[in-house]
Structure formats: C-alpha cells, structure tokens
C-alpha cells in the first residue's frame, strides 16, 4: 500500500513496546492508508525529513536525547504546516490530562487511549489526514499566490521597463522635433539675413569699385551719387542689424519716463504722412494715462511700425486707431508669461479694420524674417523687433486678428514709478571744433574704427592718443598726459570697456567716458550700466553724432 501512497500523505508509527505497532498498521491497511513503522525517534526524524501526513506514536517512545530533535523539527515547519499526532497513551496516564507538558511541546496532538477500538483510531487517523489534506491545499494556494505576484511582479517590470523606454522615445523624438524646429528657425534667420545683407553688400562694394574706378581714371563728375548709394546700402545694413538685436532682446536701451500721450501726438505728422489718403487716423488718447517706462526712441520705431503695417492692411482704404490706456495685469494673465510681473502697465494699441490674418499666420507673426507681403516689400523683422523691446522693457505685445475683419496689437509696457528727472537740452547747434590742447584717448580693438574714429577727431582739431586694449590703456590713464575724454569699445579683449572706465575713474576721479558698442549683453538696458559721466552710442554710428557727443560731453 505504501508503494501506491504519497510520501506526504503516509503514516509513521513509532510504538516501541510490544506488539502495538504491527496491530496498528494492519488496522490502517485495512482501512485504505499507507503506514511506515520506524523503530525509533531517530529514524522517526528521518523519515519526517521525507515527508509524512501524520504521526502514530505511543507516549513510552518520547524519552531520551534525540526527543529535542523531534521537537525542533516540529517548531520549524512552515507557515502553513502543523502536523498531526495521534499519541497512544495508558488509561490514566498523565499524557493526556490539560496540562500536560506534551501537549505544549508536540503541538497538534490527540490522544488515543489504550487499550482502543479500531474504529475508533481509524476514525482519528481519518480526522486527522483530512485536516493534513486541507494544509497542503493552503500550501499550495499559498504557492499559487506567491507565483502569481511573482508572475504580477515580472509583469509590472516589463510594464515599467517598456514605459521607461517609451517615455525615452517620446523624449528622444520631442527632441528631435524641437530641433528640428530650432533648425528650421536659424535656417530661415540665417537665410533672411544673408539674403537681405548679401544686397545691402553689393551696393555697398559695387559703390566703392565704382568709385574707385572712376578715380582711377581721373572721372570725378557724379560721384556723390555712387557716395549717397554706398551710404544708404550701409545704412540699411546698420537697420537690420538693429533690427536683429532689438529681437533678441540684445539692443542698447535707454529706458525713462515717458509721457506716452505726448510722444504719440508729437508723431501726429509723421504717422499721417505714411498713411494714404484713403485711411483715416483716429487718436483715442486717454486723459489720466499713467508715465510709462521705456525707451522713447524705440517706442517711436514700434509706433512707426505698427502703423504702416496697419496702412498696408488696408490697400482700399479704411479706418487706423491708435490708443492709450492704463491697464493692470493681474496674475491669473501673467502667469502665462515668464519675464511678465503683475502689476500697472500702459498700453498703446494699434487697431485697423483690414484683411486681418489667419491663426496661422498671427501664430508666426513675431517669427523674423516671416512676411506675407510680397518679396521686395517686407524684411519680416518689424513685429519681431516690437517683441524683443517689449520683453527687453518687461512688458508685453500682443496680437488679435480676424480675416476680413481687422487687427489690433497692444503693447503693454511698464508704469514708471520713479522720479523723473528733467535733463538739460544741449546746444546742437554748438560747432563740434576742438579747443586748444583738448585730448580724447581712443581705446578700440578694432583697427578700421580706430583709424576712423582719429582721423575724424584731428580734423576737427582734438589731440588723441590710442590704446588697442585696456592692458594698453591703463598706462595712459596712470601718466600726466591730458585726457578730457575717453572713448572706449564695451566689448574689448580682457578687460572691457566699463571695467575699463572704473580702473581710469580711480586715477582721474571725474573722468568722462562715452562707449561705443556694437553688441554688449550687459549694456542692453543702459540703466544700471552708465554712472554720472557717461553716455553710450551705438554702431554703426555717423560722425555727426560721434563729434556732437564728443563735444556736449567735454563740454558738461
């Protein structure tokens, strides 16, 4: 029987004394189970290592040291096992009495008095393999249980694996898109910028060849023409370069109070000439506007350029208004916008009722170098120069357009909140000729400024002195040489220009310094740059302004 029988379902008999173990498994047999008679505990213990679904021992056998073996066998069974004992006891014996020690020990036991009816120990035995049974069903849903969160566990691994990797794709191609876009953007600044420069240059070299051609062969008859071609190509140049900085937010502001409504009535003239006859100019200038924040010169330019694209919205003719009102932007509007802060603002509007433009279109309108007007006809750099001076000011542009129906931009720039300062009007009409004995140190790296700049000052009288660096400078300004002026590049090698000025200002205290800069990332705001004492121009710059400078300057 025990050949047909499972290990674990088996039953080990240890009845040392007599014939009680040989009569105990014949009853079993004869009820249907396996047993296994062991002659002792050690062999009991081995056999339990193999596996068993019940023990039928007598009390007699737990004697003797290998009793602490059974014991710790019994105590280490997992969780779900707790073996059955059927302990054969006398009639009276202390075994089977509450208290016993045995019980406390053994664990799972029921005792069985001898001398015992077979019905009745099959009945225990029956008992007792069905409770085993129900163990091994727990085990085996508890196996079940613990493949099924390993099977869930490897699942949610995979699962976040394959998140991970798609989460780095989607990265990947987010990337990849935006710079694709990046690409797209440089190629379409780069290309309009070679494109517009690429003309400008060919006037401005087919000029000069012209002239020099001329002069080589003794012509000197109309050469203020070909002179007059040179300059408006370079001109041109010098706009768009201004153009490009003021998107980037990179152009040399002067910002101040302004008195919006007084600025917009002054250009009153100049607005109504670049309008056609067919469009009509209506000014809603409100009463108690606030002073704004800005530089007016730029603000002029954003002004000038929002009109005539408003003109050019309009070819049959219609109505332009311009506006003025203060706002307050509140947080729930500027949360949107990462340099914009809650708060008063001004805001000058431009409003036509023309073509208007579609979503996609206004979506790209701030883009450079993006026109819908014909090639010839637009640069693409208005709108976004009036983005980059309104963020550079701290304030903001914004664009509503409905095809057929008309456009309004605002230009929200900030309250002005300090003192305003009344500066003196000086004398232009002044003759920008030298003094006796004045002198201006000329500190420029590059050599063509350097020379222009010289020679334009000794023709009008001033001594100069030159410095290429401020290594090669700061001699200069430690010596007894007369110095009433200094003229420096911002961006110099080493050392720049407004380092420069605070190493000269700490040898000569007082000393007056005018800068010329072509880009400087920390001169775009000019506020917070210039002390007392010093003006900035910006190039490409004409002689005019550059003397009229040089002499208000020496002259305060």
């Known amino acids: 029987m025990t050949d047909h029988v499972p290990l674990a379902e088996r039953v080990l008999i240890l009845t040392p004394l007599g014939r009680d173990s040989q009569i105990a498994l014949k009853i079993l047999n004869e009820a249907g189970y396996a047993g296994l008679v062991v002659p002792n505990l050690g062999a009991l213990c081995a056999e339990l290592e193999l596996g068993a679904g019940l023990m039928l021992m007598a009390a007699e056998a737990l004697r003797g040291p290998e009793l602490e073996t059974l014991i710790q066998h019994l105590e280490q069974q997992p969780a779900w096992s707790d073996l059955p004992i059927v302990l054969l ?61 390993r099977r869930l566990q490897s699942t949610l691994e995979t699962l976040e694996q394959q998140v991970e990797e798609r989460t780095a794709q989607l990265r990947h191609n987010e990337e990849a898109l935006r710079q694709s876009q990046k690409m797209e953007a440089v190629g379409q600044l780069t290309g309009g910028i070679a494109h517009d420069f690429n003309n400008m240059l060919t006037g401005i070299i087919g000029s000069l060849e012209l002239l020099r051609r001329r002069l080589a062969r003794g012509r000197t008859e109309d050469l203020d023409s070909l002179i007059d071609l040179g300059v408006t190509s370079a001109n041109r140049a010098a706009g768009l370069t201004h153009r490009l900085l003021a998107f980037s937010r990179r152009q040399s502001l002067d910002p101040k109070a302004v008195q919006m409504n007084t600025l917009v009535l002054s250009m009153g003239e100049l607005l109504q000439r670049s309008l056609n006859e067919s469009i009509q100019l209506e000014m809603r200038l ?40 203060n706002q307050v932007l509140h947080r729930d509007f500027t949360e949107a916008y990462s340099n914009l802060e809650p708060g008063d ?88 000729y030298a003094m006796a004995g004045e002198t201006v140190l000329i500190v420029e790296d590059d050599p063509a400024v350097r020379v222009l700049v010289s020679a334009v000052l000794s023709e009008l009288g001033y001594a100069f002195v030159e410095a290429s660096d401020a290594d090669a400078a700061m001699p200069i300004l ?79």
């Open 89 to 149: 006891t006398h009639h009276g014996g202390q075994e089977q009495g509450p208290p016993s020690r045995l019980s406390s020990l053994l664990g799972n036991v029921t005792f069985l008095e001898r001398p015992f009816h077979p019905a009745t120990m099959v009945s225990l035995v029956s008992a007792a393999l069905r409770g085993r049974r129900r163990q091994y069903e727990a085990r085996d849903r508890l196996i079940d249980l613990s493949e099924s969160e």
């Open 478 to 556: 430690n010596s007894s040489q007369r110095i009433d002026l200094l003229i420096s590049d911002v961006g110099l090698p080493g050392m720049n220009g407004r380092q420069l000025a605070e190493v000269g200002r700490q040898y000569r205290p007082g000393l007056k310094v005018l800068f010329i800069t072509g880009y400087a990332e920390h001169a775009a705001v000019r506020g917070g740059f210039l002390d007392s004492g010093m003006q900035m121009i910006t190039k490409p710059f004409t002689f005019d302004l550059l003397t009229a400078k040089v002499r208000e300057m020496i002259n305060s």
């Open 345 to 432: 603002y001004v805001m000058l509007s431009v409003t036509d009722n023309g073509s208007g433009m579609p979503q996609s279109v206004v979506s790209r309108a701030f883009d450079p170098f993006f026109t819908t007007k014909p090639i010839g006809q637009g640069t693409g750099l208005g709108l976004s120069m009036i983005y980059g001076f309104s963020k550079q000011s701290r304030g903001h542009v914004s664009i509503d357009s409905e095809v057929d129906q008309g456009t309004t931009v605002k230009l929200y720039l900030p309250r002005f909140t300090g003192e305003e300062i009344k500066l003196p009007v000086s004398d232009t009409l002044q003759a920008p």
């Open 286 to 325: 409100d009463d108690d506007l606030w002073v704004a924040e800005a530089d007016p010169n730029q603000l002029e330019s954003a002004l000038l350029n929002l009109v005539i694209n408003a003109r050019d919205a309009m070819p049959e003719g219609g109505k332009l208004v311009v506006e003025t009102r």
